[in-house]
């Protein structure tokens, strides 16, 4: 979508991590977006491109958080990184009404995981989140992930649970903040 000559990115720190400006500056709303990666890998690297294309299409700015991943920061760690980023953009003058979350796999688990801490924290909620087929059952109870795994190019089935043990390491799979269809 993009060329390797893509115009530089701003970048910034919000609570140790390091997360990247992408899309029109100018522009009216403001994107928070949560990558994928199964709780243990992903970053900047791996979704700079498609966050700026995306920010691009929307004309909206678009903050890409490097949250903190598991094993080395299991669970709440990138639940605490989303708070502090949202915390942070309003900090900087974001409203909630011009500010939007999205993220894609993990990611999209981890927006939904972020929408309920805002709520059981009494903040204000952003305007909408969208979700790019989001993992929000870790209890791995549905069907889909079997049924379709080899029309899957990014899913190893076999690989979930090494990556759920070291996301949320003896913790209730069914709580809310971890599967969120609970």
Known sequence: LLSQSAPPHATTEINGNYAEWLGNPEAEYTL???HGGGYIMGGPDTHRNMVRALARYANVRALLLDY???PENPFPAA?????AAYDWLLEQGVTPEKMFVAGDSAGGGLSLALMQTLREHGKAQPKAVALLS??????ISGRSHKERAERDPMIDVERMPQAIDWYCPNQDKKNPLISPVF
């Open 32 to 34: 928070l977006y949560l």
């Open 79 to 83: 639940i605490e990184d989303a708070e």
């Open 68 to 70: 903190r991943l598991a």
């Open 134 to 139: 989001p993992w929000t059952d870790l209890t």
